[in-house]
């Protein structure tokens, strides 16, 4: 499959998002709300749930699946509010001792005035300092679009994990092209110059592993398969980290990861 196909199945309206996995991975879900600065930002959910009876923090940037739900979630771009109350609950995950796991799919941060206006910028910025602090194993998995600093803000974990047609992307190949070639009709070509894919991503060291899709999926019904797999995959990893973290290791080989880029 081309990169440019594997950008239109991440983009795919019925391709299930945060919300869905949360719901077929986690048992229990109870959804949190707010920064406890200025309000609740609908692009981002997140809460507790349990992952083989064990709780775990769950959050992620959530699109809608209709004209009315995406205007709701604002397109799966979040604001500043999004990003500190991601924040506040991976606070809380250290405080009680629980695991974090993020879901991604996001297009990029919104950049309105009045995101720029609440420091869109420094909520960025403060997340990926602050995860790079946190003392509670953090993965990472990209569903869907991994879009810019509004994706990496979620993603500064001690794995990153991504679903076989996600991209991940300093930009979209639209901007990408528009930028390079000053027109944005050669997104196919800036697709493949760029190396978005999972696979590409994975050669190249910058995420720990893909998950499979089956072919041709679309909706939930077909993710079973991916469903099932993730929650396996991540029990065990969540348990090496606490292993990790019981042993003074975790923070230092997150650290690791990172600087290594």
């Known amino acids: 499959m081309r990169a440019i196909d594997r950008v239109k199945a991440a983009r795919r309206q019925d391709r299930p998002g945060a919300a869905e996995f949360i719901g077929a991975v986690f048992d229990g879900f109870i959804e949190l709300h707010g920064d406890r600065v200025f309000g609740d930002d609908k692009a981002v959910i997140g809460g507790v749930a349990f992952l083989d009876c064990r709780p775990v923090t769950v959050i992620g940037i959530q699109k809608g699946k209709t004209v009315d739900?995406?205007?709701?979630?604002?397109?799966?771009?979040?604001?500043?509010?999004?990003?500190?109350?991601?924040l506040r609950l991976m606070r809380q995950a250290e405080k009680f001792g629980r695991p974090v796991v993020t879901f991604i799919n996001?297009?990029?941060?919104?950049?309105?005035?009045?995101?720029?206006?609440?420091?869109?910028g420094e909520a960025i910025a403060r997340n990926i300092l602050e995860m790079l602090r946190i003392d509670t194993p953090i993965v990472a998995v990209v569903v869907g679009e991994g879009g810019s600093g509004g994706a990496?803000?979620?993603?500064?974990?001690?794995?990153?994990?991504?679903?076989?047609?996600?991209?991940?992307?300093?930009?979209?190949?639209?901007?990408?092209?528009?930028?390079?070639?000053?027109?944005?009709?050669?997104?196919?070509?800036?697709?493949?110059v760029m190396r978005l894919t999972s696979g590409d991503l994975l050669e190249l060291g910058v995420i720990e592993r893909v998950i499979s899709e089956a072919e041709n999926a679309s909706g939930p019904a077909d993710f079973q398969g991916c469903f099932d797999a993730l929650k396996a995959t991540l029990a065990e990893k969540l348990r090496e980290l606490e292993e990790r973290r019981n042993a003074g290791e975790l923070l230092a080989k997150r650290r690791e990861r990172f600087a290594g880029f």
């Open 69 to 86: 739900e995406n205007i709701g979630r604002n397109f799966g771009m979040p604001h500043p509010e999004g990003y500190r109350k991601a």
């Open 106 to 120: 996001t297009p990029g941060a919104y950049c309105g005035i009045g995101a720029e206006e609440r420091g869109q």
């Open 152 to 192: 990496l803000a979620l993603a500064a974990a001690d794995e990153v994990w991504m679903l076989e047609n996600a991209v991940y992307y300093i930009s979209s190949p639209e901007s990408f092209s528009a930028i390079l070639w000053k027109t944005a009709a050669k997104s196919e070509q800036a697709a493949e």
